[in-house]
Nanobody, 125 residues
Framework: QVQLVESGGGLVQPGGSLRLSCELR????????VGWFRQAPGKEREGVSC????????YYGDSVKGRFTYSKDNAAHTVYLQMNDLKHEDTAVYYC??????????????????WGQGTQVTISA
């Protein structure tokens, strides 16, 4: 069964850090573009950070640039999102997703077709 499994969410204080993991089961990470997305209550799902399989730079949303870092381990079929200096506005359910399309818009949720179950990240004092 092919699936994406996120882990690493939790409750942290403002200024704290978390590292999210996304394990790809049944997929070879070398051949798929995997991104991180989030959805806060009452808001649309947004792209946070996405790997560019085409060789371009990794995408980061404006609100997370300089604080979040995307990384991946092809051998472990796992991608990570290191989140530092967390803020209240980072509170959301975080998802990893992959696109199997030959052409897709980087970090546009509509163009990613396989999603994990999500992991809650809550920033609160």
């Amino acid at each position: 069964q092919v699936q994406l499994v996120e882990s690493g969410g939790g409750l942290v204080q403002p200024g704290g850090s978390l590292r999210l993991s996304c394990e790809l089961r049944g997929f070879d990470l070398r051949y798929y573009a995997v991104g991180w997305f989030r959805q806060a209550p009452g808001k649309e799902r947004e792209g946070v950070s996405c790997f560019n399989n085409g060789g371009g730079p990794t995408y980061y949303g404006d609100s997370v640039k300089g604080r979040f870092t995307y990384s991946k381990d092809n051998a472990a079929h796992t991608v990570y999102l290191q989140m530092n200096d967390l803020k209240h506005e980072d509170t959301a359910v975080y998802y990893c997703a992959l696109s199997s399309r030959l052409r897709f818009r980087l970090c546009m949720p509509e163009d990613y077709d396989t999603w994990g179950q999500g992991t809650q990240v809550t920033i609160s004092a």
